[in-house]
């Protein structure tokens, strides 16, 4: 079960990180002025942040929970 739950977690993680880098970060078109070095949406940097903060919380939460008898090889 872990497993599974630190599995969605990077996972998740890695897709926030990619949906808002790319489609709400990234400037569309060429960069022909000062305005291209802003975000298109304000709270992208932030929703990157927590995708990767949540990828680096899926080992913590692998290593914090117990595993069950019968996933032990």
């Known amino acids: 079960m ?6 969605i977690m990077v996972i998740g993680g890695f897709v926030l990180q990619a949906v808002s880098y790319f ?11 000062e305005s ?3 975000p298109r949406v304000e709270f992208a940097p932030a929703l990157f ?4 903060l949540l990828v680096f919380l899926a080992a913590v ?3 914090l929970l117990p595993e069950r008898e019968n996933e032990k090889s």
Do not use: K, W
Not at 2 to 7: E, G, L, Q, W
Not at 23 to 33: F, H, V
Not at 49 to 52: A, D, E, K, M, S
């Open 23 to 33: 489609s709400l970060a990234a400037p569309l078109g060429i960069s022909t002025g």
């Open 49 to 52: 942040i927590i995708g990767v």
């Open 61 to 63: 939460v692998y290593e």
């Open 2 to 7: 872990r497993t599974i739950i630190a599995s």
């Open 36 to 38: 291209f070095s802003n």
